[in-house]
Nanobody, 117 residues
């Protein structure tokens, strides 16, 4: 099982980044996929998730209207489009897969996002 994030980096406040997560080794289409983040000195928090069927999304209040999560069940990919980035969005972002009936959950290794001028 692998979840491999990419797309992180340094961006100025107000800028945008698109994170990607490539999944392999499990039945991707049957898993709820999520993005979590962990800032220095803080606990890991849920940013957004997307259901396995229907592609319904939920967002933390802090990112609503700025972040958009999507998935491609053919390519086994999830994406996080992040717009209007703020310094408080600085964190390591992790891809996560969960199913209430199948094996897991699974975590990626994380990708660093730094928002700074």
């Amino acid at each position: 099982v692998q979840l491999v994030e990419s797309g992180g980096g340094l961006v100025q406040p107000g800028g945008s980044l698109r994170l990607s997560c490539a999944a392999s080794g499990f039945t991707f289409s049957r898993y709820v996929m999520s993005w979590y983040r962990q800032a220095p000195g803080k606990e890991r928090e849920l940013v957004t998730n997307i259901t396995s069927v229907g592609g319904f999304t939920n967002y933390a209040d802090s990112v609503k209207g700025r972040f958009t999560m999507s998935r491609d069940n053919i390519k086994n990919m999830v994406y996080l489009q992040m717009n209007s980035l703020k310094p408080e969005d600085t964190a390591v972002y992790y891809c996560h897969a969960h199913s209430p009936v199948l094996a897991g959950p699974y975590w990626g290794q994380g990708t660093q996002v730094t928002v700074s001028s």
